[in-house]
């Protein structure tokens, strides 16, 4: 078959794969677009009855779900262990669990002073810095458990392309206009800068680090107005199963530091600094 043929390209089959978050939302939507082409995924996260439907969906039975906090040191050592003693190795960790955090819902538009003042300042400290100690602190161990791992997936060379962490932030990293208040996307920035010095420090262990920033895709039947999504819909499971395809396999195997976003069009007409 030619290098070039896009089944040679895009192929993922005995790829070892982790995703943290990944038994719902777009977590769920790489991990069986990762599945159905022949990955084997770890899909982890705290609750069981989640995990135990998303492992149903699985294609030929390669989604294996483990429950654990990713914030807890203990339970990232235990799923470390366990993928150590079955697999011996990884080839991608995807890092895409995290958490809202106080946000601007109730909030008029119109809002004083004032009531802007109280609205942010009367929310709850624990849960703010929740959203830091999910969507950051929790990436760096995450990822720092699993560097054995995915070193060994380079020395055992399975596949061609050299293993690689993917940190999933959403658009919300990007936006300068606070729709979803301000836990969450400075959460996600700061965890995107981190991921950029992680490229540069990984250098030397030729492990690849990339961020994905996906749009809505919450509502895959709704329709946006152009001034809104200039693609006019949400994002979809195709849209999610095809850039992660591409990132894991050869197709993407020159990306290293890099972060896509992939919303429809959506930063183009907000404020950001993308």
Do not use: W
Not at 11 to 34: D, R
């Amino acid at each position: 078959m030619s290098s070039l043929n896009a089944a040679s390209l895009f192929n993922v089959e005995g790829l070892v794969v982790v995703i943290t978050g990944g038994g719902s939302g777009i977590g769920l939507m790489m991990a069986k677009g990762l599945e159905e082409n022949g990955a084997k995924v770890y899909i982890v996260g705290r609750r069981l009855a989640t995990l135990e439907a998303a492992e149903k969906q699985a294609k030929h039975g390669n989604i294996i779900s483990i429950r654990g906090d990713i914030t807890k040191k203990e339970d990232l050592t235990r799923i470390v262990d366990l993928i150590t003693a079955r697999d011996g190795l990884i080839n991608v960790l995807i890092t895409n669990a995290g958490t809202i955090g106080p946000n601007s819902i109730g909030l008029s538009k119109d809002a004083t002073l004032q009531q802007f003042r109280d609205h942010h300042f009367n929310a709850d400290i624990e849960a703010f810095t929740n959203a830091y100690h999910v969507n950051a602190t929790a990436v760096h161990f995450s990822i720092f458990a699993f560097l054995g791992l995915l070193g060994a997936g380079n020395a055992k060379g399975n596949v061609q392309q050299q293993s690689q962490v993917i940190l999933t932030v959403e658009g919300a990293a990007e936006k300068r206009v606070p729709l979803d208040g301000f836990a969450y996307p400075s959460s996600k920035a700061a965890a995107t800068q981190m991921m950029k010095q992680l490229s540069k420090a990984f250098v030397s262990y030729d492990i690849r680090v990339n961020v994905i920033a996906p749009g809505s895709t919450s509502s895959p039947i709704c329709k946006f107005p152009k001034s809104m999504v200039p693609l006019q819909r949400a994002g979809n499971a195709e849209d999610m199963a095809g850039l992660v395809l591409f990132l894991t396999s050869k197709a993407g195997a020159y990306l290293s530091g890099s972060v896509i976003v992939t919303d429809g069009g959506r930063l183009s007409v907000l404020p950001s600094s993308y």
